[in-house]
């Protein structure tokens, strides 16, 4: 099956590593976002994004927002998605996944966790 | 009996008078010291007062500059991604190349023995064969340069890896900037209380605090892997098997 990953995050670097790690393990179809509005725009008009990848801590619309945002909505709702931030703390993980986030990787990360992680939500789910 | 007791009154009151006017014989040294001190620090309070407007003012500036240093980092690590890019082209190719001659010596290799078995008679003619045509070392080169390349490519892969060591310290500065600029407003209202008058402003100097949301004050770049192992456990306990209708919604096409 076929991929379309949104990458979400404020900082210009760690779009272009999330993109190049996904390369790496060979996916190569991607679009990015700079925070959480603009991520929701994206999916809005792209029916064919079908992974997530967000950062957490974003201007105007944070990470964590994005997820309760997506999974309120009745088009795209069900997208798995990867959160992949610099908390680290248990409550932190713990909220994202009260959000209903699929995966959560903590900064710095290889692209074998983000292989790791992208097959886990793919298996869970079929 | 009572122009007695009046005067007893009178008298009474002389005397808390008096006591009074003992008590201040007293005092007033005291309040004098206390005058002195106040005259004394006067100007020092003075000199605080200018000691914080300056400071509070060339805060802009402290804050500006740290802004500018996650701005220059981010644009060196774009470029430091540009070559990593370049170097990881070129050495996949160069694996390519290498890995099409590895390929083409192992047919060689093959078209050889096949040709040394139609000449097996001829004893002279199968020693310059396998000898002189392709030498057994040039395909176990060909495997350590490809296991070279690998190795290449896995050190490009650990230096865009570290890289995300730009985005942890730019949430470090952003915020160290939330906190400058919390110090600075802390100043200007204590200016503003003792002066009654507002920090001048730097002239040309604006700066942005990025939103206490856009940054996370505990961010570390630590690549030890307790926190993964942690998001792990309670990644695992959360997931629950989903059903095969929840697993089509997720990914049918439109």
Request: aromatic fraction near 4%.
């Amino acid at each position: 099956m076929a991929l379309k990953f949104l990458i979400v995050d404020d900082s210009v670097t760690m779009r272009r590593i999330v993109a190049n790690s996904l390369k790496t393990i060979g996916h190569e179809e991607f679009i990015e976002a700079s925070d959480g509005r603009e991520a929701l725009q994206k999916l809005s008009i792209d029916e064919s994004i079908n992974f997530v990848i967000t950062d957490w801590n974003m201007p105007d619309v944070s990470g964590l927002e994005l997820v309760k945002s997506i999974r309120a909505n009745q088009n795209f709702g069900k997208i798995p998605i990867l959160m992949v931030t610099t908390r680290g703390l248990k409550e932190d993980i713990l909220e994202a996944l009260q959000a209903k986030v699929n995966n959560y990787i903590v900064k710095p990360f290889t692209p074998q966790i983000l292989r790791e992680k992208i097959e886990q939500i793919v298996s869970s789910v079929g | 009996m009572d122009y007695t007791s009046n005067m007893e009154k009178v008298f009474q009151k002389l005397g808390d008078l008096k006591s009074f006017f003992i008590y201040g014989q007293k005092i007033v040294p005291v309040m004098q010291k206390i005058v002195d001190f106040m005259q004394d620090t006067v100007p020092l309070l003075e000199n605080v007062n200018q000691s914080i407007q300056d400071s509070t003012s060339k805060i802009p500036k402290a804050a500006v500059q740290i802004n500018n240093v996650t701005s220059a980092t981010e644009v060196a690590t774009t470029e430091i991604l540009d070559i990593v890019d370049a170097i990881s082209s070129d050495v996949q190719t160069i694996k390519t190349k290498l890995e099409l001659l590895k390929n083409k010596i192992d047919k060689q290799k093959d078209i050889i023995s096949r040709l040394t078995l139609s000449v097996k008679e001829n004893k002279i003619a199968c020693e310059i064969i396998n000898n002189e045509l392709i030498p057994e070392f040039v395909g176990d080169e060909l495997v350590s340069m490809v296991n070279m390349i690998d190795k290449i490519h896995d050190g490009v892969m650990n230096i865009t890896i570290s890289l995300q060591v730009q985005d942890i310290t730019a949430q470090q500065l952003s915020s160290v900037n939330h906190l400058i600029h919390a110090v600075q407003e802390k100043l200007s209202s204590l200016v503003m209380d003792l002066n009654n008058k507002e920090v001048k402003e730097v002239p040309d100097i604006a700066y942005q605090v990025a939103e206490s949301g856009s940054f996370n004050p505990d961010a570390r770049y630590n690549k030890d892997k307790e926190s993964q192992t942690l998001a792990d456990t309670l990644v695992n306990n959360q997931i629950k098997k989903p059903s095969q209708e929840e697993i089509d919604k997720l990914f049918s096409k439109p």
